[in-house]
């Protein structure tokens, strides 16, 4: 953490700050191969590597301090650490469990660097670094086996253990808040806020702590089965900074959901949309300007405190937002005093 930086809740109450866009999405347009993904260092790794976007951090580290860059020259003012998978839970699937602590003080040192070098040259708009909590591949309120629905695949003292290790290294990387983000499973989440507050209570600190949930589709509900409202419920214990949504959605389809938690939160309100929804190839078309015109909406509604993308969007998709946001004032919310 700088302590030299103004204490993010105070920017928040002075004006919206704009969250980063999407890591992978940038990395794919770098076109990386297996050979990229290993470097000299694991050259010989027992399993392919290719597709470990956090590996990158290690094997590709200008690439990443790039598309940190770019964000930031777009005017971002929270940027993501490159550490959505650095858990050892995650990381089973390419045998580099023992490598988590490395990859996420490597990944928060990145963006402190960068984070730093931006605050300096203008002291009037710090950069904050957010240390990514990804959801983990695995649910520990659901079972993953149709035909034995008492099984869980991961408990929640294995879910402490891996987030409080996560996030200890991405604090004494010099990650200034932590994002929990992508919620799937509520349980899942309250492991990670958990390993939060366990460590806050052993380094003597308060840590900013975002946490931000996903609709899966339609239905308006988490994948463990929640209502936007009851998530919310579920998580007003917490001492956080903020609660939101993102992925899954895009902008418009997002706002009935962000429009249930910001009129019944205490919290600052976040959001990172998608690009749109995925075309029939996976991909996502949807503009800067198209993106920028539905979140419009968040605003005018006095909705949120803090916005960017989630996949698909680029620096292109951030800066058109940092305008837009720049024009309107900060929703009010009761835990900013």
């Given at each position: 953490?700088?302590?030299?930086?103004?204490?993010?809740?105070?920017?928040?109450?002075?004006?919206?700050?704009?969250?980063?866009?999407?890591?992978?999405?940038?990395?794919?347009?770098y076109r990386f191969e297996e050979e990229d993904y290993r470097g000299n260092r694991f050259s010989d790794w027992p399993c392919a590597?290719?597709?470990?976007?956090?590996?990158?951090?290690?094997?590709?580290?200008?690439?990443?301090?790039?598309?940190h860059q770019s964000y930031v020259d777009a005017g971002a003012d929270i940027i993501e650490t490159?550490?959505?998978?650095?858990?050892?839970?995650?990381m089973?699937?390419?045998?580099?469990?023992?490598?988590?602590?490395?990859?996420?003080?490597?990944?928060?040192?990145?963006?402190?660097?960068?984070?730093?070098?931006?605050?300096?040259?203008?002291?009037d708009k710090p950069i904050y670094v957010a240390g990514s909590l990804g959801p983990t591949?695995?649910?520990?309120?659901?079972?993953?086996?149709?035909?034995?629905?008492?099984?869980r695949a991961i408990d929640f003292e294995t879910l402490r253990?891996?987030?409080?290790?996560?996030?200890?290294?991405?604090?004494?990387?010099?990650?200034?808040?932590?994002?929990?983000?992508?919620?799937?499973?509520?349980?899942?989440?309250?492991?990670?806020?958990?390993?939060?507050?366990?460590?806050?209570?052993d380094l003597g600190m308060h840590i900013p702590t975002m946490l931000s949930g996903t609709i899966t589709d339609a239905s308006g509900r988490t994948l463990s089965g929640q209502t936007a409202e009851a998530f919310l419920i579920s998580m007003q214990h917490a001492n956080l900074l903020s609660?939101?949504?993102?992925?899954?959605?895009?902008?418009?389809?997002?706002?009935?959901?962000?429009?249930?938690?910001?009129?019944?939160?205490?919290?600052?309100?976040s959001?990172?949309?998608?690009?749109?929804?995925?075309?029939?190839?996976?991909?996502?078309?949807?503009?800067?300007?198209e993106m920028t015109l539905h979140i419009e909406e968040y605003l005018q509604k006095d909705l949120i405190n803090i916005v960017g993308g989630c996949c698909g969007t680029t620096p292109d998709h951030i800066a058109s937002i940092a305008r837009l946001t720049s024009t309107y004032k900060p929703r009010v919310w009761k835990s900013a005093d």
């Open positions: 953490m700088n302590e030299e930086k103004p204490d993010i809740k105070s920017q928040l109450k002075e004006r919206i700050l704009v969250l980063d866009g999407a890591m992978g999405t940038m990395i794919q347009q590597l290719k597709g470990n976007n956090d590996l990158l951090s290690i094997t590709q580290e200008a690439c990443i301090e790039s598309i490159n550490t959505f998978s650095s858990t050892t839970i995650a089973e699937d390419y045998q580099m469990q023992d490598l988590v602590e490395e990859l996420n003080f490597k990944s928060a040192e990145i963006a402190a660097k960068v984070a730093a070098k931006a605050t300096k040259k203008n002291p591949n695995k649910t520990a309120s659901m079972s993953p086996d149709v035909n034995n629905p008492g099984y253990k891996a987030y409080y290790q996560q996030s200890k290294a991405l604090i004494e990387g010099g990650a200034d808040l932590l994002l929990v983000e992508t919620v799937f499973d509520t349980l899942n989440a309250k492991a990670a806020l958990f390993a939060i507050d366990e460590l806050q209570e609660i939101g949504f993102n992925c899954a959605l895009g902008a418009d389809q997002l706002t009935p959901y962000l429009e249930s938690i910001s009129s019944r939160s205490d919290f600052a309100i959001a990172h949309p998608n690009a749109g929804l995925p075309n029939a190839f996976g991909e996502y078309d949807q503009t800067p300007e």
